[in-house]
C-alpha cells in the first residue's frame, strides 16, 4: 500500500446496533473501491471484517474489524465495530482512534437501542458523522418511516441527502438530491452506479427533498441564508461546500440509501468520505501527559513519533498484534519505541495497513494513520509508544465494569495447568473480560458483559490454546450475622495424663452495623484472665466466624467482648482459651439470632419504553426494588437494587422478554438480610452439600 500524508486520511469507525448490516456496509465500501475482488457475505463467512472463527459461527461481530481502502487518492481506514451491548466497550475504545462516523440503521427496525448508545458515543466524542439507511432492498424496508425515526431520534439536523430509488426487491439506485441526478446499480456491475434522469414518478419527491437540502445547509451559514434569501435557492457548489463545512462542525448529519447486500450506493458513500468527513489534521485538539502536564497537540509529522495502542489480538500463528493510531510524526519499519510509563523498549518490525486479518506492508505511517505491529513483547491495549526523549501519554481506555460472572472449572488436570496462562492472553486481548478467584467461595470465576461473551471466551480457550473448562452459576457469597445479643459463657476443661487443659471464657456478642465486619474488646479486669491468653481467644472467635453458624459462611458485622473467665495456673494454655472461646462463639450464636445475609445489587436496565411495565413487573418477582427511571429518546432506563442471587440467569431472561433489544449492568452495593423462607432454603441446601451432617464441636 502507497504511503499518505496526514491529509489524505479518513478514519472512520461504522457503528450501529447489532444485525443492521455494518459488516455488508464495509464489504460493499472495500469492493467499491477495489480493496477486495469479489463482494463478500456475512452469512457466507467470508468477509474482510469478521474473520474470527466465532464471529463467523455466530453471524455476528464481537471485536472491532479493521480494513484500509483507497479512495480518489486518500487512504480511508475503516473500523468495523460491534454493536450488541455486551461488546460495546470494543466498539467505544475503536471510536477513539476514529475521526468520524457513519451509523448505519436498519431500514426495516429503524432507529433501535443499540444505535442510539453509539450515536450518544460518537457525540460524546465530537465525531462528525452521517447516516446511512441499509438494507433498503429488504421486505417491509420503508426510507420513509425510518427517516420518521431518526428525525424522532436524532433531531432535525439529519437531513437526507439522497432518495431510494425503488423499494424493498425493487431498490435499484439513489437519487441524488444534490446535482439532481439518478445513479442505478446492476448486478453484474463493479459497485458503481450508471447516471440517469430522474424518473417522472420521483420528480416531486426529489424536488420536495433538494429544497429542505437547501434550506437546512443555507440555516448553517449566514452568508448562506442571504444568498438563499435573496435568491431562493443555493447553486449547486455551494450547497456542496456548505454542505461539507457544516458536516465537519457537527452541526448537520446527511442521510444516504445503501444496500450493502448488493452493493448499492457504496460509491457515494466513499465519496461524501472523501469529500466531507475530517482528515486527522482537521480535528481538534487531542490531550496528552507530558512530564505530569496535560497539554494539547494536533497531528503533526514535525512532532517527536508517538502512538496509541487501541485495540490488541491474538493470532494463532502471528502472536500478539496490536493495532495503533500514530499521534505524531512518522513511524517507520524497525522503529525502536519506548512503552510511556513503563520504560521498555519495542522494536516496530514490519508494521502494515490492516485489511482485516492481513497486514498489508507499508515502509512508514505518517501521523492520523492507523497501523498494526505483529510480535510486541510487553505492549497492550491503553499504552502510548513514544520516542525514549519524549515520553508522553495519551488518556488511559475506560471499561466498564463486568455485570456478569460464572464459575469456571478445568475438566481435566491437563486443562488446569494450562487454563490460567491461557485465560490471561484472552485477558490482553479483552479488556472487559475478567478472571479471579473469590476469596470465600474459593472458585475461580470468568466475568465479562454478558453470558454470550463468557462463552465466547470459553469457546476461545478451546479452540485456541486447547483447554476445556466448563462454566456455571458462580456461587452467591452469602454472610451470616447476628440481631440479638447475647452473654454466654465457654469453658474448656480436659484431663488426660499429666498437664491437663482449662480455659473459661464469658463473652458479650452484640450487632454492628453493615459494614462493620467484626470488632474485638477485653473487658477484663482484676486478672480474670491473663492477657498473654486474650489474643488467644480473638483468634478461637475469628476462626469459628469464618466457618458459619447457620450454613457455613462467614460471620460479619457483629461485636464480642470477653468480659470475664477463669485460668488455672498450670493447666491454662493458648489452646484451651482457643477452645472456650469457640465453644463460646457457639453457644452465643445459638442466642442472639442468626440471621443470613445476602450480596444486593445496583442494577441498571436500558430497554425500549414498550417493555418498561414488563421489566418492572419481572424485577418485583426477583425481590427488586425500584430506585429511578428516566427515559432517553425511546429508551426507557431502569434503576433498581435487586439480590444477587436472583440475577444470576437474568441475561438470557432479559433477551427473550425485550428481543434482544435490551441491555443491563450490575454492581454490588451493599448486604441485607433475606427473608425467612429463603434463608431456610440456603441454610437446607448448604446442610444437604455437607452431607446432613451437622458440624462437629472440638472439644
Known amino acids: 500500500m502507497k504511503i499518505y500524508e496526514t491529509k489524505d486520511i479518513r478514519n472512520v469507525g461504522i457503528v450501529g446496533h447489532g444485525h443492521c448490516g455494518k459488516t455488508s456496509v464495509v464489504a460493499g465500501l472495500l469492493y467499491a473501491a477495489g480493496a477486495t475482488t469479489r463482494l463478500t457475505r456475512v452469512?457466507?463467512?467470508?468477509?474482510?471484517?469478521?474473520?474470527?472463527?466465532?464471529?463467523?459461527?455466530?453471524?455476528?461481530?464481537?471485536?472491532?474489524?479493521?480494513?484500509?481502502?483507497?479512495?480518489?487518492?486518500?487512504?480511508?481506514?475503516?473500523?468495523?465495530?460491534?454493536?450488541?451491548?455486551?461488546?460495546?466497550?470494543d466498539a467505544r475504545t475503536a471510536l477513539i482512534a476514529a475521526d468520524s462516523a457513519i451509523v448505519v440503521v436498519d431500514a426495516v427496525c429503524g432507529v433501535e437501542p443499540g444505535t442510539e448508545r453509539m450515536w450518544q458515543t460518537a457525540a460524546e466524542y465530537n465525531l462528525p458523522r452521517c447516516i446511512v439507511v441499509n438494507k433498503l432492498d429488504r421486505d417491509r424496508a420503508?426510507?420513509?418511516?425510518?427517516?420518521?425515526?431518526?428525525?424522532?431520534?436524532?433531531?432535525?439536523?439529519?437531513?437526507?441527502?439522497?432518495?431510494?430509488?425503488?423499494?424493498?426487491?425493487?431498490?435499484?439506485?439513489?437519487?441524488?438530491?444534490?446535482?439532481?441526478?439518478?445513479?442505478?446499480?446492476?448486478?453484474?456491475?463493479?459497485?458503481?452506479?450508471?447516471?440517469?434522469?430522474?424518473?417522472?414518478?420521483?420528480?416531486?419527491?426529489?424536488?420536495?427533498?433538494?429544497?429542505?437540502?437547501?434550506?437546512?445547509?443555507?440555516?448553517?451559514?449566514?452568508?448562506?441564508?442571504?444568498?438563499?434569501?435573496?435568491?431562493?435557492?443555493?447553486?449547486?457548489?455551494?450547497?456542496?461546500?456548505?454542505?461539507?463545512?457544516?458536516?465537519?462542525?457537527?452541526?448537520?448529519?446527511?442521510?444516504?440509501?445503501?444496500?450493502?447486500?448488493?452493493?448499492?450506493?457504496?460509491?457515494?458513500?466513499?465519496?461524501?468520505?472523501?469529500?466531507?468527513?475530517?482528515?486527522?489534521?482537521?480535528?481538534?485538539?487531542?490531550?496528552?501527559?507530558?512530564?505530569?502536564?496535560?497539554?494539547?497537540?494536533?497531528?503533526?509529522?514535525?512532532?517527536?513519533?508517538?502512538?496509541?495502542?487501541?485495540?490488541?489480538?491474538?493470532?494463532?500463528?502471528?502472536?500478539?498484534?496490536?493495532?495503533?493510531?500514530?499521534?505524531?510524526?512518522?513511524?517507520?519499519?524497525?522503529?525502536?519505541?519506548?512503552?510511556?510509563?513503563k520504560g521498555s523498549e519495542e522494536r516496530l518490525a514490519h508494521i502494515g495497513a490492516p485489511l482485516g486479518k492481513t497486514l498489508l506492508p507499508v515502509t512508514e505511517l505518517h501521523a492520523g494513520d492507523i497501523g498494526a505491529v505483529a510480535k510486541l513483547k510487553d505492549t497492550l491495549t491503553g499504552d502510548?509508544?513514544?520516542?525514549?526523549?519524549?515520553?508522553?501519554?495519551?488518556?488511559?481506555?475506560?471499561?466498564?465494569?463486568?455485570?456478569?460472572?460464572?464459575?469456571?472449572?478445568?475438566?481435566?488436570?491437563?486443562?488446569?495447568?494450562?487454563?490460567?496462562?491461557?485465560?490471561?492472553?484472552?485477558?490482553?486481548?479483552?479488556?472487559?473480560?475478567?478472571?479471579?478467584?473469590?476469596?470465600?467461595?474459593?472458585?475461580?470465576?470468568?466475568?465479562?458483559?454478558?453470558?454470550?461473551?463468557?462463552?465466547?471466551?470459553?469457546?476461545?480457550?478451546?479452540?485456541?490454546y486447547g483447554v476445556d473448562v466448563t462454566l456455571k452459576a458462580p456461587k452467591v457469597p452469602y454472610r451470616e450475622t447476628i440481631r440479638g445479643?447475647?452473654?454466654?459463657?465457654?469453658?474448656?476443661?480436659?484431663?488426660?495424663?499429666?498437664?491437663?487443659?482449662?480455659?473459661?471464657?464469658?463473652?458479650?456478642?452484640?450487632?454492628?452495623?453493615?459494614?462493620?465486619?467484626?470488632?474485638?474488646?477485653?473487658?477484663?479486669?482484676?486478672?480474670?484472665?491473663?492477657?498473654?491468653?486474650?489474643?488467644?481467644?480473638?483468634?478461637?472467635?475469628?476462626?469459628?466466624?469464618?466457618?458459619?453458624?447457620?450454613?457455613?459462611?462467614?460471620?460479619?458485622?457483629?461485636?464480642?467482648?470477653?468480659?470475664?473467665?477463669?485460668?488455672?495456673?498450670?493447666?491454662s494454655s493458648e489452646l484451651a482459651f482457643k477452645m472456650a472461646a469457640r465453644k463460646a462463639f457457639r453457644a452465643g450464636m445459638a442466642t442472639a439470632k442468626p440471621s443470613i445475609l445476602e450480596p444486593v445489587m445496583n442494577v441498571e436496565i436500558h430497554a425500549p419504553v414498550e417493555f418498561a411495565g414488563d421489566l418492572m413487573g419481572d424485577l418485583n418477582t426477583r425481590r427488586g426494588r425500584i430506585s429511578g427511571m428516566d427515559t432517553e429518546g425511546a429508551t426507557q432506563i431502569l434503576r433498581a437494587q435487586v439480590p444477587m442471587s436472583e440475577m444470576l440467569a437474568y441475561q438470557s431472561d432479559l433477551t427473550s422478554m425485550t428481543q434482544g433489544r435490551a441491555s443491563f449492568s450490575m454492581e454490588f452495593d451493599h448486604y441485607d438480610f433475606v427473608p425467612g423462607p429463603q434463608a431456610e432454603k440456603i441454610i437446607a441446601a448448604a446442610k444437604a452439600a455437607r452431607g446432613g451432617e451437622e458440624e462437629s464441636e472440638d472439644d
Open 384 to 464: 502510548t509508544l513514544t520516542e525514549k526523549s519524549s515520553p508522553v501519554a495519551f488518556p488511559s481506555i475506560h471499561v466498564p465494569e463486568p455485570s456478569i460472572a460464572f464459575a469456571v472449572e478445568a475438566k481435566s488436570r491437563g486443562d488446569e495447568d494450562k487454563m490460567g496462562n491461557a485465560l490471561h492472553k484472552l485477558l490482553e486481548e479483552d479488556l472487559a473480560l475478567r478472571f479471579f478467584r473469590d476469596p470465600q467461595t474459593k472458585e475461580f470465576l470468568v466475568a465479562g458483559s454478558g453470558q454470550q461473551h463468557v462463552e465466547i471466551a470459553v469457546s476461545r480457550l478451546k479452540k485456541r
Open 142 to 341: 420503508s426510507f420513509g418511516r425510518t427517516m420518521e425515526s431518526i428525525r424522532a431520534r436524532f433531531g432535525p439536523d439529519a437531513v437526507p441527502i439522497q432518495l431510494p430509488l425503488g423499494k424493498e426487491k425493487d431498490f435499484r439506485g439513489v437519487i441524488d438530491l444534490i446535482r439532481m441526478k439518478a445513479f442505478v446499480y446492476t448486478s453484474d456491475g463493479d459497485g458503481k452506479g450508471k447516471e440517469i434522469e430522474i424518473p417522472a414518478e420521483y420528480a416531486d419527491a426529489a424536488r420536495e427533498g433538494h429544497e429542505r437540502l437547501v434550506e437546512a445547509v443555507a440555516a448553517g451559514k449566514d452568508e448562506l441564508m442571504e444568498e438563499f434569501f435573496a435568491d431562493g435557492t443555493l447553486p449547486e457548489e455551494h450547497v456542496i461546500s456548505g454542505l461539507d463545512e457544516e458536516m465537519r462542525e457537527v452541526r448537520i448529519f446527511p442521510v444516504l440509501c445503501l444496500s450493502g447486500l448488493h452493493d448499492i450506493g457504496s460509491d457515494w458513500l466513499l465519496n461524501l468520505i472523501v469529500e466531507a468527513f475530517p482528515s486527522p489534521s482537521d480535528r481538534p485538539p487531542y490531550k496528552i501527559a507530558l512530564a505530569g502536564n496535560e497539554l494539547e497537540r494536533t497531528y503533526s509529522d514535525t512532532l517527536p513519533a508517538a502512538a496509541f495502542v487501541f485495540k490488541t489480538t491474538a493470532d494463532p500463528f502471528a502472536g500478539r498484534i496490536s493495532f495503533f493510531k500514530v499521534l505524531s510524526g512518522i513511524i517507520r519499519n524497525d522503529a525502536h519505541m519506548f512503552i510511556s510509563g
Open 485 to 571: 445479643i447475647a452473654d454466654v459463657q465457654g469453658r474448656h476443661k480436659k484431663q488426660t495424663g499429666g498437664h491437663g487443659q482449662f480455659g473459661d471464657c464469658w463473652i458479650r456478642m452484640e450487632p454492628l452495623p453493615r459494614g462493620g465486619n467484626f470488632e474485638f474488646s477485653n473487658g477484663t479486669f482484676g486478672g480474670s484472665i491473663p492477657r498473654n491468653f486474650i489474643p488467644a481467644i480473638e483468634k478461637g472467635i475469628i476462626e469459628t466466624a469464618e466457618r458459619g453458624f447457620l450454613a457455613g459462611f462467614p460471620m460479619v458485622d457483629f461485636k464480642v467482648t470477653v468480659y470475664d473467665g477463669s485460668y488455672h495456673d498450670v493447666d
Open 43 to 89: 452469512d457466507e463467512g467470508n468477509t474482510v471484517t469478521d474473520f474470527d472463527e466465532e464471529e463467523i459461527a455466530r453471524k455476528l461481530t464481537i471485536s472491532t474489524g479493521i480494513a484500509a481502502a483507497e479512495w480518489q487518492k486518500c487512504k480511508i481506514n475503516l473500523l468495523d465495530t460491534p454493536g450488541f451491548n455486551m461488546f460495546v466497550h
